[in-house]
């Protein structure tokens, strides 16, 4: 595609329940990025894929947080027993390599745990 | 630990100048990143200095000086469509990847 694409783009949920959020990157491109962004502030980094390798889970929260690259482009982001604290907008990026050049942004998941 | 400082909030004037600051204290650094995001929409990026000096792209031009720890991105002839949120990141080289460490990002209005 032409850009970075999530789905869905908003997810309203129960606390309690789990959620799946999708990221489809560039195509060709190697390097994929979740991140965490609260309303007011700079994206959060929450882990980092190179090819379907999770190369950093630094940033996951917990361990109800998890992600997945299998093959190597379409990324899943799973949150177990969702929080009211896990509200929040998820964004994923991804980029050619994973050294110096830019990344790109998707439109991110708007998630409300209620 | 990882701290990047830039302003909350920048007000400017349609076709002046404005300079918007940045600086940071990190555990290591590749490279100091500028994105733009408008309200509503993925960051998108704007430049990039791993070197210290001046990079100028257009309207846009960002400084860097990793002595000090500080960058600042100069915006000139402002327009209305410049009004966003402009990100400051910090490329930290680990594993083998440039991951970012990102400022809360400073929104600049820019009135008629």
């Known amino acids: 595609g032409a850009g970075v694409s999530q789905s869905p783009r908003y997810k309203v949920t129960k606390r309690g329940q789990d959620v799946a959020l999708r990221c489809d990157p560039i195509?060709?491109?190697?390097?994929l990025y979740w991140y965490r962004q609260a309303l007011g502030q700079g994206p959060e980094f929450l882990t980092y894929?190179?090819?379907?390798?999770?190369?950093?889970k630094s940033g996951l929260p917990n361990d109800r947080f998890s992600a997945e690259r299998p093959e190597g482009s379409i990324s899943t982001l799973t949150i177990q027993r969702t929080e009211q604290r896990d509200s929040a907008m998820y964004r994923c990026?991804?980029?050619?390599?994973?050294?110096?050049?830019?990344?790109?942004f998707g439109p991110g998941t708007r998630l409300t745990v209620l | 630990g990882q701290n990047i400082d830039q302003p909350t909030e920048m007000t400017a004037t349609e076709g002046a100048i404005v300079q918007i600051n940045c600086t940071y204290q990190?555990?290591?650094?590749?490279?100091l990143f500028w994105y733009q995001q408008h309200a509503g929409e993925a960051p998108t990026f704007l430049s990039y200095?791993?070197?210290?000096g001046l990079e100028e792209k257009g309207r846009f031009s960002s400084f860097l000086s990793r002595s000090k720890g500080y960058s600042y991105l100069l915006l000139k002839e402002l327009q209305m469509k410049d009004s966003a949120s402009y990100l400051c990141?910090?490329?930290?080289?680990?594993?083998?990847?440039?991951?970012?460490?990102f400022g809360a990002g400073t929104r600049l209005a820019v009135h008629p």
């Open positions: 990026a991804s980029s050619l390599t994973g050294t110096y050049d830019e990344q790109f």
């Open positions: 195509s060709g491109h190697v390097s």
């Open positions: 894929f190179n090819y379907e390798a999770q190369q950093d």
């Open positions: 990190t555990s290591g650094f590749n490279g």
């Open positions: 200095n791993v070197l210290d």
């Open positions: 990141a910090v490329g930290l080289f680990s594993g083998g990847y440039n991951k970012l460490i």
